[in-house]
């Protein structure tokens, strides 16, 4: 990040949901994944100095950046090394721009603004037609140039008052000054095509929320992929968004994020309904249990296996999250730390708290740079980045005392910011066929829905006022094209799985034996040269156990639906 005209890199420190600030560390006039890797590779060894006990790094998915974890990964063998999956949901958003749905979110975008923008008469008149219709009028929510997850809202607020609008058109599209932009608001295939992109856009949009929370894990991850892909299969566009997500996942370690699962107690029962594949079953979770017990900690634990069955059976310890919710640390935490004191000679607790304190996002450190970016203005354009941090920090402490009078937006449940799309209750006779009826708690399914998890068919979802878009009206400027920014922003986004961005080095490799860690520690390596060098060892791949695979259908394409497992 460039404060000051400073190249920083930000480091900060998290636990738990609970994130300290380690420093800001200056640059040299190298970003080549290689000059990366050696400034990471120094705040870790600070950080250790300093007592801390490192357990995962998460970075960013840019070239550069994939580059460094692979040469770490060779140097740091006991620490995880991840990307920042909110971050890797920009990549879903790209594909699903470049789709069949580009063309329908134009058109949504231009139909709001049009109407947003002309309050005296063609806003106006489709109010009389939602209050004739349902008894009171609906907000439309324009796209912010600067928020992609705010097509969710758009399409939401448009499908909340479909009857209405079709009316609207319909009394009104005979006039000569009838905007173009409104034509398509009586064309019944852009309601089909709107209602699709919104099925679809809605699970990328819950993830970007939830997946910006600081108290994520890794089980978190997995969830998220699923109802992606729920949303991706039973779309038309499937052949083309299916393949992208599979990709996604794919990259991922997925025996470490498939044993988080397993070990999340809200999502036991689910995990043990999954079909057995590579990455799924009972063997395979004791198996991996062992591998990361060794990586992560250390030792022989002889007695895990035995623990991992007890847990899959609901006999190694009894209670849920629920009975810790009012316990200091987060309720996951504190279910562990609970099972851990139950459990003393057990190697499961430690395991299970190792793999839940790792984080899965940069998001903070990404708000925190933004923060930093707003102190650091023009009229003090003399400010040094220390200052500017020390600045931040009284910042946060006022925030810290304030926070019950001012709750930060950032902090709520993504159930609460994805709208609900169901129209209400109407007052008249008049209506359209396959409407979404109203629920109070989700949208209704489109259609037939084999397969299909109770989640994708019951997407939390809250009420859209007006007042809940004048937040999104002050972001939008008249004239701008949201769709064009998100894609110009998106496509400068260099995936480190699709582009190295110039750091194409020959890769060392490693294959580790199923259930054995690798032995090679950072010592054995050479000290990091001044240049650029190409052949520099990284890791090329996930081998071994670490690197199984299984795709997202086998996992998730049940032969029933899971409200029945």
Not at 160 to 174: G, P, T
Not at 214 to 238: H, K, M, W, Y
Not at 261 to 282: N, Y
Not at 452 to 462: K, R
Request: net charge negative; with cysteine; hydrophobic share 40%.
């Amino acid at each position: 990040m460039n404060i000051a005209k400073t190249h920083l890199l930000g480091c900060q420190l998290t636990l738990f949901g609970s994130a300290v600030t380690f420093g800001l560390f200056p640059t040299n006039s190298r970003h080549d994944g290689l000059a990366v890797a050696e400034l990471m590779e120094s705040v870790m060894l600070s950080a250790e100095i300093k007592g801390w006990q490192i357990g995962a790094v998460v970075t960013d998915n840019a070239g550069q950046c994939g580059r460094a974890r692979r040469i770490l990964a060779l140097r740091w063998p006991k620490v995880i090394f991840l990307i920042c999956f909110a971050h890797d949901i920009n990549n879903l958003v790209k594909a699903v721009l470049r789709s069949a749905f580009r063309e329908v979110t134009a058109q949504a975008s231009e139909a709001v603004n049009c109407l947003n923008a002309s309050s005296s008469k063609w806003l106006h008149r489709a109010r009389n037609a939602m209050i004739r219709t349902y008894g009171s009028h609906r907000a439309l929510m324009p796209m912010c140039e600067t928020r992609w997850n705010s097509m969710q809202g758009c399409f939401a607020s448009l499908l909340r008052a479909r009857s209405a609008l079709e009316v609207f058109a319909v009394m009104n599209h005979d006039e000569d000054n009838y905007p173009a932009a409104l034509k398509v608001l009586d064309n019944p295939q852009f309601w089909v095509s709107l209602r699709e992109a919104e099925m679809v856009v809605r699970p990328l949009c819950f993830a970007s929320y939830k997946l910006q929370a600081d108290e994520n894990t890794l089980a978190d991850v997995i969830t998220c992929f699923r109802d992606i892909f729920d949303g991706f299969v039973t779309c038309e566009q499937r052949d083309t968004l299916v393949p992208t997500i599979e990709k996604r996942w794919n990259a991922c370690e997925q025996p470490l994020i498939m044993l988080a699962l397993f070990l999340h107690p809200d999502h036991l029962s689910e995990a043990r309904a999954l079909p057995c594949t590579d990455v799924s079953g009972l063997d395979n979770m004791c198996t991996f249990a062992t591998f990361y017990y060794q990586k992560l900690i250390g030792g022989d634990p002889v007695t895990l296996r035995g623990e991992i069955h007890d847990w899959m059976r609901g006999r190694f310890v009894s209670g849920s999250l629920s009975n810790f919710s009012s316990c200091s640390l987060p309720p996951l935490a504190a279910f562990w730390r609970f099972t851990r004191d139950c459990r003393p000679d057990a190697f499961l607790p430690h395991l299970a708290m190792v793999i839940f304190s790792v984080a899965v996002n940069t998001a903070t450190c990404e708000r925190y740079f933004s923060e930093l970016a707003l102190i650091h203005t023009a009229k003090r354009n003399r400010m040094s980045p220390e200052k500017a941090r020390k600045i931040s920090v009284v910042r946060k402490l006022v925030r810290d005392r304030d926070g019950k009078e001012s709750p930060n937006k950032a902090d709520m449940s993504p159930d609460k910011r994805i709208v609900n799309p169901s129209e209400p209750e109407k007052l008249v006779g008049f209506g359209t066929p396959n409407r979404i009826r109203s629920d109070p708690q989700c949208a209704s399914p489109i259609g037939p829905q084999p397969n299909q998890h109770p989640e994708a068919e019951s997407s939390p979802t809250f009420e859209l006022s007006d007042t809940d878009v004048e937040e999104s009206n002050d972001h939008f400027i008249e004239g701008e094209d949201p769709i064009g920014s998100w894609e110009e922003v998106l496509e400068g986004l260099i995936d480190s799985d699709d582009d190295s961005s110039g750091d194409d080095s020959p890769a060392m490799t490693f294959v580790e034996e199923d259930g054995n860690v690798e032995t090679t520690s950072r010592d054995g390596y050479p000290p990091f040269p001044n240049r650029n060098d190409k052949d520099f060892p990284q890791e090329a791949a996930l081998h071994g156990l670490r690197g199984r695979k299984a795709t997202l259908e086998e996992l998730f394409m049940l032969a029933v639906p899971r409200s029945t497992l």
